[in-house]
């Protein structure tokens, strides 16, 4: 079966604090897709990254930085010099490459407060 | 801007009720998802279509339904509305297996 575990439920930081979101996962699949979404107050799923299972690299965008490691099923999702406006609720998901449609699993979420 | 839209956006309704929850998809996307938010189950992928055609099903109650039509919008009825039923739901459009964009959601409660 998939699974998706974020294990922090809660996370709260001051500004330009550096934090690291934990993401671990479980699939029969060798082939796979993960990702990150981000939910703000305002309630809507906004999608962040997609990674595949055969590439690794570790991708950057801005403040934002994914460390994907397969040895341990990790996918990480690290925020530099966090903001007010990174407060939202961050999901992992995971979705098979070859079954069930490309439906989403996703983790129970990581609830980020980010003070001033 | 995701470019999926939901309708309605609030949904109050009484238990025993049916609703029916509409979705557009992005221009070009062939594949519709469905997804229920609640408290107490997280995110859980409800029903996809694909170009008309159910193509994978999760954890939909019985008393739901969707179909995909034509012009490629998506409807959710729900019917014999509990309690429990209360959460958003939300419709996501991709291309099949890539990144899927998410609509703002209809968040329903039943009274």
């Known amino acids: 079966a998939q699974k998706v575990t974020q294990a922090q439920t809660e996370i709260s930081v001051v500004e330009k604090e550096d934090v690291t979101l934990d993401c671990v996962y479980e699939t029969r699949d060798t082939t796979y897709y993960l990702f990150w979404y981000k939910q703000p107050p305002s309630g809507e799923l906004v999608f962040l990254i997609r990674r595949n299972s055969f590439d690794e690299q570790n991708e950057i965008s801005g403040r934002y930085s994914w460390n994907f490691q397969k040895s341990t099923s990790s996918f990480n999702f690290t925020i530099t010099a966090s903001q007010v406006v990174d407060s939202a609720v961050y999901f992992c998901a995971l979705s098979s490459f070859y079954n069930q449609g490309g439906k989403l699993i996703f983790g129970q979420g990581t609830e980020l407060s980010v003070k001033p | 801007d995701s470019g999926v839209t939901q309708t309605p956006k609030h949904l109050i309704t009484a238990t025993g009720q049916r609703v029916t929850l509409r979705c557009s998809p992005r221009?070009?996307?062939?594949?519709v998802y469905w997804y229920q938010q609640s408290l107490d189950q997280g995110l859980q992928f409800l029903i996809q279509y694909y170009n008309g055609e159910e193509r994978a099903k999760g954890n939909i109650l019985e008393r739901f339904s969707a179909q995909q039509f034509p012009d490629l919008h998506s409807e959710l009825n729900l019917s014999s509305l509990e309690l429990g039923d209360s959460a958003l739901y939300f419709c996501?459009?991709?291309?099949?297996?890539?990144?899927?964009?998410f609509g703002p959601g209809t968040r329903l409660t039943v009274t």
């Open positions: 221009s070009g996307d062939l594949s």
């Open positions: 996501a459009s991709s291309v099949v297996r890539y990144e899927q964009y």
